[in-house]
């Protein structure tokens, strides 16, 4: 048995790597699996790029920003397997969210109107609202920047974003420091149950397919370990394919609640495994198949393609100047071809689309693209 | 030099600015991570920040020392970027440490190191502690089961441990366990009185 350790974050996405360890498809493939629990992304980070740890449950957009040097010290990272597409969910104190359609459904049915409504909601607040954001290289911050972009808003001017790690923005919510946050599940679902707010969007409906986390591991390493890469990667695809399957939710969610994992009670797990999600206390669910998934329509593979739609989102707030440099660093950490070496007969990723506002992402015309969002807000 | 420790355990934190103040370093802040640490954080202006590598507000001060103006100089993490020994020690002893201002690496390092060997003492006693914890738990148990072969078999106190001890070594048990089975087996037989059946 090959030893590997992985640092992740305690949410509904690290499944894949739970029930690798926990059903025994690591073992399997002869690895002998390591979850190391953390509570930070800076954490998880650190243990990655410092090597206590061979691979990491990791933000898409950190993984980049990690390899670009923009966050603590620069490391080439790859990111070989998507862990899953979506899974994020807005939530507003219904203090904040009283400026919204008072249908909940409809606010998280119609991203633009919702956004437009949004815009307003800011007028009416007697300060800037201040949103939780899990770290500033996540998918969510850059999808709530991209929406509000989109009603006019511009986020470093118009409200606060705080960053917060996930499992603390529930108690933020309930002190009053915050007016809303955007995070992972399950915090929504917790923070719906407890009666301190209401989802307002899915990340589902604001990027149909967004990537949000990898399975990200160092550049050397991968390079210096094919075969163990490969194991891994074979058994977090048939980890993925369980994962994915409706009759298995009710299990794993139950596996998911124990403290070493996200520590959070399995009915409030299984919404975002089965697609029906609460908006608020003593609502009837709102369902959408695509709110979480772990492996259907290649979710799995990574493309380029999103590298550079991360870097262009970089480009548009000022994270990074653009460079040719940076724009092949940033796509060269996703690596289908890693992941298609051990998963030969998978499909490829699909291009990047399927924003709320239908706007296209050519990757052959990234300035237009960033110069076309930039004049919204400015 | 001005060095504030984030941190929730008032233990560690305590034996942590104990040892800095012997070596010298008087002018220490503990910050506890909560509300808006971040903003007292920014007006106390330290030239160094410690704290628990575990600690989950740790995003929150990489991102004001990302986006702060009073401290936009680059900032250091675990002193110096190439020191490999030394960061794989702060990580495993759970430190992390953040200079703010860029000073140099011959006045961090024994800071560092200093708050690491504390670290490591802090989480010793943590181990002590569980243990001694624990050991408390264990006799509990090793009584009560001993109470229940006294007063069910007729032993004295003496035989009753014999019997526990040689039923764990013919089943490579520790004895604990052994005992913990006999008083669920009890429970499940003779259910207490007043439960209202």
Redesign the interface.
Known sequence: MTPISIAFLPLTDSAVLVAAKELGFAAEAGLDLTLVR??????VR??LV?G?VQGAHMLAPLAVAVTLGL???PAPLVAPFRLNLNGNALTLSAEFAQALDPVLANRVQDPIATAHDFASAIGMHRRKPIIGV???FSTHALMLRYWLGFAGIDPDRDLVL????P??MVEALR?G?IDGFMAGEPWSSVAVSEGLGQIAAFGSRLWRRGVEKVLATRKDWAEANPDTLDALLGALDRSAAWCDASENHGALAAMLAAPTYVNQPAELILPALSGRIVLGQGEAPTIDPDFLMLHREAANAPSPDHGLWIYSQFVRWGVVEPSDVAQAAAAAVFRPDLYHRSLPDRAQAGAVQGFFDDRNFDTARIADYVQGQRSVHS | MRIAIVDDSGLRATILKEGLAEAGYTDIEVVAPH??FVARLERMAPDIVLMD????????L??ML?VSRALARPIA?FVD?SD?AM??AA?DAGV?AYVVDGLRKERVKPILELAIRRFNAFNALRVERDDAITALADRKTLEKAKTILMQSRGLSEPEAHALLRSTAMNQSRRIVEVAEALITAHALLDPPKGTGR
């Not at chain 2, 590598?53 to 995003?59: A, F, I, Q, T």
Request: net charge negative; hydrophobic share 25%.
């Open positions: 953390s509570t930070s992304w800076a954490t650190d243990r410092y206590q966050s603590q010290q899990v770290h500033r705080r960053v917060l790690p499992s603390l002190t420091e | 509300g808006g590598l575990g600690d989950p507000s740790r995003d929150a990489e991102e990302t993490m970027r490999d960061i794989g990580i992390s």
